[in-house]
Nanobody, 122 residues
């Protein structure tokens, strides 16, 4: 599975951005998809996930300001971010768990996108 993320950019504090991620390639089923973010020198942190049934989970900082959504027909997820803060500046990565057949047996794998930069100025 290949993941193509887009929508990052520069925004002033208090502004909004919408990130999108499209999955392509060969797979039998896309399972949970989500967004992580990473700043230089720090680990990659979870932002939100969404199941193939639309069930969403958020980490604390994302609960009130971010909304994750999914289009199961287009194999895309989005992250709508509101009231952005300078602390939200990071590279945002999308991820997808998927199931594919290998030698006739289902195998669960995880794929990562290339990341999209979000910069929030104060």
């Amino acid at each position: 599975v290949q993941l193509q993320a887009s929508g990052g950019g520069l925004v002033q504090a208090g502004g909004s951005l919408r990130l999108s991620c499209e999955a392509s390639g060969r797979f039998d089923r896309l399972d949970d998809m989500g967004w992580y973010r990473q700043t230089p020198g720090k680990q990659r942190d979870l932002v939100a996930t969404i199941s193939r049934y639309g069930g969403a989970n958020y980490v604390t900082f994302a609960m009130a300001r971010f909304i994750i959504s999914r289009d199961t027909v287009k194999n895309t997820i989005s992250l709508q971010m509101y009231n952005l803060e300078p602390e939200d500046t990071a590279v945002y990565f999308c991820t997808a768990d998927y199931t594919t057949l290998k030698n006739g047996r289902p195998v669960s794998l995880t794929s990562w996108g290339q990341g999209t930069q979000v910069t929030v100025s104060s």
